[in-house]
């Protein structure tokens, strides 16, 4: 017998997310590339935290999270979208968002059931969805309001459609869906009985007086919508990996075995540094941290223009996806290797989130940095002026 990888390593590659931070420490450029958040951490959160080691809660906490955190998630939902929480039976700390998510895919789909993902996707979505054995099945939208109708929907459903993926605000685009969206998704899969997979992780970040609505706040859908989000955009703690699912009991339990079975539980002092953001950071933190991201998407976005990257300017989110068909290049890759190589600025190639050619195009930059961090990235894109007139 020969020793060998199994065939499931095919099914999940290394993403360019990663492989364009590779990149671009290489070169010791900017990385605007993958949204790892390096603002500060709020005070209340680093301080529980700490407090929870020194305390010595470092053992395993109850698999679907801690009482504080539980209750904590149980009342932000009651208070922002009206659902009336059990933290006993409804709530399912996990390890991250992409955690989460992975759990109630196993918990709730068969192999071979198909799930609609919107392009452009989060990468993650659909490499999820491959590694749980479900098929991901593409709606396309198009810029720069990212539409769609439900003939498009309608087009893809078969009889294996077990689930739709909704993300709002989205990544990479920044579309924040709006009530009529969610409304014809929820006519939609209550008519083919489907469950709706939401990945809410970027709420606070709304711009241009848009809302955000949670799905299953919507009438009918609380027992097929499963909710699923984090908390670490919304504090810049990514590598704490604490995320959650919200969604009714018979869905819950399983979810949370399946947690259980893969993370045992989520890290139990960091637990408590989440639990704390969510009491006491009141609405004015998360309306200054939404002011303070709209201010680093005007710099980006007018940036990227001048440069002739024209954007797709974000209604939510950290990230602008930019028309990068002026620069050389076959493809999205050798469009961002270039943009690397010739101003030490790193950014996604589009292909990581579309199947269409429109990827082939596009870049993805994200803007969840430092200003002064914000400031050098705009100031090597000049560059491409110079490059530009070399080439004239």
Avoid at 156 to 162: L, S
Avoid at 359 to 364: K, Q
Wanted: net charge negative.
């Amino acid at each position: 017998m020969t020793l060998s990888l199994s065939s499931r390593h095919e099914w999940v590659r290394k993403s360019e997310l990663r492989a364009m931070s590779v990149e671009c420490e290489r070169v010791g450029g900017v990385n605007l590339s993958q949204g790892v958040c390096d603002l500060a951490v709020p005070a209340p959160v680093a301080e529980a935290a700490k407090a929870a080691i020194d305390k010595g809660e470092n053992s395993y906490s109850r698999h679907d999270g801690t009482g504080p955190l539980r209750n904590a998630l149980a009342d932000k939902y009651r208070r922002r979208a009206g659902l009336d929480i059990d933290p006993e039976t409804n709530v399912v700390v996990s390890s991250g968002a992409t955690g989460a998510l992975y759990c109630s895919c196993l918990a709730l789909l068969e192999p071979g059931d198909e799930v609609i993902l919107f392009e452009p996707y989060y990468s993650y979505h659909e490499s999820t969805l491959i590694a749980t054995e479900a098929v991901p099945v593409f709606v396309s939208t198009k810029a720069p309001d990212w539409s769609f109708s439900m003939d498009d929907l309608e087009k893809v459903v078969t009889d294996r459609t077990r689930a739709i993926i909704v993300n709002t605000p989205s990544n990479p685009s920044g579309k924040v869906w709006t009530r009529d969206e969610l409304e014809l998704i929820a006519d939609f899969s209550r008519r083919h009985d489907l469950f709706v997979f939401t990945d809410e992780i970027y709420e606070h970040f709304i711009f241009d007086d848009m809302k955000h609505i949670s799905a299953a706040s919507l009438p009918g859908m609380w027992e097929r919508t499963i909710t699923i989000s984090g908390l670490s955009k919304t504090f810049s703690i990514t590598g704490w990996r604490i995320g959650y699912a919200i969604c009714d009991a018979k869905w819950a339990k399983a979810i949370g075995n399946f947690s259980d079975l893969v993370y045992v539980c989520a890290p139990t002092p960091l637990q408590a540094g989440a639990a704390a953001g969510i009491v006491e950071l009141n609405d004015e933190y998360f309306d200054k941290l939404a002011a303070k991201y709209r201010k680093k998407r005007e710099v980006l976005c007018a940036a990227l223009s001048d440069v002739g990257l024209t954007p797709c300017v974000p209604q939510g989110a950290y990230y602008v996806l930019a028309d990068a068909s002026s620069l050389p290049g076959a493809d999205s890759k050798e469009r961002a290797m270039y943009l690397l190589e010739k101003t030490g600025v790193a950014s996604v190639p589009g292909k990581s989130f579309f199947k269409s050619a429109e990827g082939e195009t596009m870049l993805r930059f994200c803007f969840a940095k430092e200003d002064d961090v914000i400031e050098d990235a705009c100031r090597r894109l000049q560059g491409l002026k110079t490059e530009h007139a070399r080439a004239g």
